[in-house]
């Protein structure tokens, strides 16, 4: 007979023979941070992801990708990359290999999204994109395919879906407290003083209409909560010195099949930030409805649409790593990303034929 501490001598070995048997990572703990890449060290990345990064709780930056060598001693100071975790666009691919990293950001000109984001997804890494998806549907559907196939997530980074006052208004759009919403009006645009940069050049997705218009279209879509079914555009610049590959400004019209009609309007070239929408009952509006520091508004029973005071990007970032965590939907999926760039090519082809109306 075994006494009582045979016994447990003897079936800790059991266990811990056992054990050997199963490969280690059926018994690691799930992660409480995702390991996140950056691919592309511009403006964005420098200025307002990597801080956003720090200001995560479900993420953190343990990697990043670039084609620029110079730039990899400063970032791996502030931000403490490890040289495995760096790399450029040649070896990407071989993030494959890299446990530390879960998602990869494409953040590089519109153009290059899809190349590089099907690179990451065959890697078999969660994707997040930046807006605009891409240049044209098609390269959009080859992004949602790739990830499918490889059993990745894909989100597209429009920040303002996960902004508050934002929320209100596409939830408005559903429940219409002001009655059946007649009328959007939603205009997004800087003055770009740049005169050689990437938005400038056709081939890697330039223009007002790629770079800004998606915001205007966007949300002329979640504040009306219909899809559009013609379109009708046209470009105009006073610059034509700078702009000769693309458009400075673009004005578009969409029409529902409710027969109401919404106006939109993006530019590199004159500064304007406001989304209007006019109900049976009365009216709303966000101005500015896309800011980075903050996005507010009114509605015209006094409702006070107040500023957020988290940071936009650092919970974009949040929500779409909850999303990979428990394995939920994402909240701006490929598709609605897709549907827009549908509409941009529709866009640029009713502009190139006179403004004529264009069926989505």
């Known amino acids: 007979m075994i006494n009582r501490r045979g016994f447990i001598k003897n079936s800790g070995l059991l266990v811990a023979t056992s054990l050997l048997l199963y490969p280690a990572y059926l018994f690691a703990q799930k992660k409480q941070k995702l390991g996140v890449a950056l691919v592309g060290l511009g403006y964005y990345s420098t200025d307002l992801l990597a801080p956003a990064l720090q200001l995560t709780k479900y993420c ?5 990708v670039t084609g620029s060598p110079e730039k990899i001693p400063a970032w791996q100071s502030k931000y403490a990359i490890k040289d495995g975790n760096v790399y450029n666009y040649e070896n990407m691919h071989e993030i494959a290999n890299n446990n530390e990293i879960d998602v990869v950001y494409i953040v590089l000109p519109p153009a290059l999204h899809a190349k590089y984001a099907i690179i990451a997804a065959n890697a078999g890494k969660h994707v ?5 998806m891409e240049v044209t549907a098609a390269k959009c559907q080859s992004i949602i395919d790739a990830c499918h196939k490889n059993k990745v997530k894909l989100a597209i980074g429009y920040r303002m879906h996960h902004e508050p006052n934002t929320q209100i208004l596409m939830k408005w759009a559903e429940t219409l407290p002001f009655g059946n919403i007649e009328y959007v009006t939603a205009e997004a645009g800087y003055f770009d003083n740049r005169t050689d940069h990437w938005k400038q ?13 998606v915001y205007p279209l966007n949300a002329i879509r979640y504040t009306k909560g219909m899809e559009p079914v013609q379109v009708s555009a046209s470009h105009e610049t006073r610059r034509p010195e700078i702009y000769q590959e693309v458009d400075e400004t673009t004005i578009f019209e969409l029409k529902f099949e409710d027969g109401t009609i919404a106006q939109g309007k993006t530019s590199l070239g004159q500064s304007f930030n406001n989304l209007e929408a006019s109900c049976e009952d009365g009216s709303y509006y966000l101005r500015p409805f896309q800011s980075y520091t903050g996005v507010q508004g009114r509605a015209s029973d006094g409702t006070e649409l107040l500023p957020f005071k988290g940071n936009q990007q650092a919970k974009q970032m949040d929500d779409n790593a909850l999303a990979i965590m428990h394995d939920q939907p994402m909240l701006v999926p490929g598709e609605e990303g897709l549907k827009d760039i549908h509409i941009v090519e529709k866009i640029y082809e009713s502009a190139a034929n006179n ?5 989505i």
Request: glycine content about 18%; some cysteine.
């Open 60 to 64: 953190e930056l343990k990697g990043i």
């Open 128 to 132: 997040w994109c930046e807006k605009p």
């Open 201 to 213: 050049i056709k081939e890697l997705g330039g223009g007002a209409m790629y770079d800004m218009g």
């Open 355 to 359: 403004s004529k109306w264009i069926f």
